[in-house]
């Protein structure tokens, strides 16, 4: 997005120098979530190690969304566990952060969205401007965030967590209601997020996107990871029908 | 009696000429008011935002108490007011009763409740809207109460408005814990209820108009306020 050094300090060899108890591997182990009486995550298992862009696809109502709020620790699955490194996903949300897919601005200018996080969250307040000139937005500062356009208010989203010095970040199909210049915006930033050593996981049912970005693919199907296996290798030759499907354009319900 | 035309006529002379009575009156008034709506936005916004962004059990029945409490009647206020004021009641011996300091009492429990009813449920719909953005920031309680409260601000004003508007037009609570002493405690509603009473419409409709205005002209300047912040996406 800029020539301007990456804005935050990720640690190069985050989870083997810090002081804090490693993160990964993180594991779903047989979970399940009702909703509404019926099984959205319908005894899911998933175990990702501390590198590089995931990025889960699946059709529409697989459970992407929800698997993410689970990881990240906002939803409790029914049964079942999330862990980090062996601790509880609730335990360590805040060394993650969440990029949904509305992002959700402040009532404030674009800097002061950026100053909130930073304040709560025990940010340099100096790092602001790195951070609003690294998604492109240091010329919007000033202006309301609630008049920024879907990509700028994305970026701004995106800017908002990185604020937060996240160890492992997610985003939630955040390029869904994007045009083609701000979908590449937004990838070019995950990208020089991933390099700068931060763990990405992407949800996406843009197969193009997924190509793209993708160092490893979790493929979601009603609720259950039917495949996990490195990018290359999924999209060259998936090994279900379901993927095979959803990758050709065929519908998968 | 004076005829509706006369004292009408004989009002305007008055605000117009900015009698000194007058103004006294006004200015009380406005102390009083003022001052009780920003003790009742002190106590009443953050109980708000707390039930606003809080669940916990009998928080239904919490609910309930806080809207019935709007309709609290000005004279069982004042009545209640009094009996803990007056000379025999447990906070006599700091001799408030008919003095300012009382009425501003009054009127802040009287409007206490409509800022934290109004602004619960102004504050409880943004918050349905940040909550999960919140958790995921992993703020504290106080840390989303500020945000809300900052980030609703001009719906807020609004809520402080209504209560400002309850505070300045009542007459019970402030007859009874104030006296309606002249230079003293009187203000505009006991001034008008005293001066219809002894058939002097002139200053009772003067000090009709001067609070009707009041009412336009903080309507208007909140009114100007949200449209300013609607321009900017700030509502």
Redesign the interface.
């Known amino acids: 997005m800029s020539d301007a050094a990456f804005p935050f300090a990720v640690r190069a060899s985050a989870h083997e120098t810090s002081s804090r108890a490693p993160l990964f591997p993180l594991r779903a182990a047989d979970v399940r979530l009702t909703l509404g009486g019926t099984a959205a995550i319908d005894g899911l298992n998933l175990t990702l190690s501390g590198d590089g862009i995931t990025t889960v696809i699946g059709p529409n109502g697989a459970g992407k969304s929800l698997l993410l ?1 689970m990881l ?1 620790g ?1 939803i409790r699955p029914d049964t079942g566990e999330v862990t980090w490194g062996g601790a509880p996903a609730e335990s360590v ?2 060394r993650q ?2 990029v ?1 897919q509305t992002p ?1 601005l ?3 200018s674009v800097a002061a969205n950026l100053d ?2 930073l304040k ?2 025990g940010g340099d307040p100096a790092r602001r401007d790195a951070l609003l000139t690294h998604v492109g937005l240091a010329h919007k500062a000033r202006q ?4 920024l356009s879907g990509g700028e208010a994305q970026r701004l989203a995106l800017a908002r967590a990185l604020a ?1 010095d996240p160890e492992v970040l997610f985003l939630d199909e955040p390029t869904a209601s994007l045009d083609p210049a701000s979908t590449l915006a937004i990838e070019e930033i995950v990208r020089e997020s991933r390099d700068a050593g931060m763990r990405i996981v992407f949800v996406t049912h843009d197969i193009g996107q997924a190509r793209r970005l993708a160092d490893e693919v979790v493929f979601l199907h009603q609720g259950r990871v039917l495949e996990q296996t490195q990018a290359d290798a999924f999209f060259d030759g998936p090994a279900t029908d379901a993927a095979r499907a959803f990758i050709s354009g065929r519908i998968v319900v | 009696m004076q005829n509706m035309t006369e004292a009408t006529w004989l009002a305007l002379q008055l605000v117009l000429s900015g009698d000194a009575d007058l103004l006294e009156i006004v200015a009380l008034s406005l102390q009083v008011s003022l001052s009780a709506t920003f003790l009742a936005c002190l106590i009443g916004l953050p109980l708000g935002a707390l039930v606003a962004i809080s669940r916990f059990p009998g928080r239904g029945a919490v609910l309930v108490v806080m809207n019935a409490l709007m309709g609290l009647p000005p004279v069982v206020v004042g009545l209640i007011v009094y009996l803990h004021l007056s000379r025999s009641g447990p906070l006599g011996f700091l001799g408030l009763l008919y003095t300012p300091t009382a009425m501003i009492i009054a009127q802040t429990i009287l409007i206490a409740p409509i800022v934290a009813a109004l602004s619960r449920q102004v504050l409880e719909d943004m918050h349905s809207e940040y909550a999960e953005q919140f958790r995921s920031l992993c703020l504290g309680r106080w840390q989303a109460m500020q945000a809300l409260i900052w980030d609703a601000r001009y719906a807020l004003l609004t809520v402080g408005l209504a209560g400002f508007g309850r505070a300045v037009a009542e007459v019970g609570a402030v007859i009874i814990v104030g006296g309606n002493i002249d230079h003293l405690t009187r203000v505009m509603t006991t001034a008008i209820a005293l001066e219809t009473s002894k058939g002097a419409l002139s200053l009772a409709l003067a000090l009709g108009i001067v609070l009707l205005v009041i009412a336009l002209g903080v309507n208007a300047a909140v009114q100007g306020v949200r449209m300013s912040a609607a321009r900017h996406a700030y509502v």
Do not use: D, I
């Open positions: 709020k990240h906002l949300t805040q952060a969440l949904f959700v402040l009532r404030r909130f996080v709560n969250r309301p965030a609630r008049r937060t």
